[in-house]
């Protein structure tokens, strides 16, 4: 399975980047405009509507339309896992019913000082079977734009 890594330093204090990315509001400020991104419904662990934190079990709907180019993609948006300390954070969401085969994306915080390192692990298959793996190594020209501009803006709104 293809693997995309890219990660960045902050110069902000780990509890304050990770609750940033607790977020639905985070997700939506660290989305390139170029993505048209719509969050159609939010759910937390236990079904509650627009929750606080997005929690270990949460679900969000969202569609995109990159360039604004052909059909809408929808997909739900998963946390499968959620875990705080004092020097560590980490949480993974995947992805159902988008335009992957696999999306198992894995946010990771690790305190450094008076600083963040912000690491983002994506784990992928496209579709259509061998076709999608010859193709596979050749996402990273999607996805370095997109975690570029995230890492961007994370260390504009965040230091």
């Known amino acids: 399975m293809p693997t995309y890594h890219r990660q960045v330093r902050v110069d902000a204090p780990l509890a304050e980047v990770w609750d940033f ?3 639905i509001e985070g997700l939506e400020a ?5 993505m048209n991104l719509r969050v159609e419904a939010v759910r937390g ?3 509650e509507a627009d929750p606080e934190l997005l929690e270990q079990g949460a679900q969000v709907r969202m569609s995109m339309r990159p360039f604004g180019v052909g059909p809408r993609q929808t997909w739900t948006s998963r946390i499968i896992s959620r875990d705080e300390g004092d ?3 980490v949480f993974r969401d995947d992805m159902q019913g988008g335009p992957f085969e696999t999306w198992v994306h894995t946010h990771e915080f690790t305190a450094d000082g008076d600083g963040t390192v912000v690491d983002d692990t994506v784990e992928y298959d496209l579709p259509l ?3 999608g793996d010859l193709a596979g190594p050749f996402a990273v020209v999607g996805f370095e734009p997109m975690f570029r501009y995230r890492h961007r803006e994370t260390k504009r709104l965040l230091e």
């Open 87 to 89: 020097e560590h954070a």
């Open 21 to 23: 990315h607790s977020r």
């Open 45 to 47: 662990p236990d079904g």
């Open 129 to 131: 079977g061998g076709l």
């Open 30 to 34: 660290l989305t390139p405009g170029w």
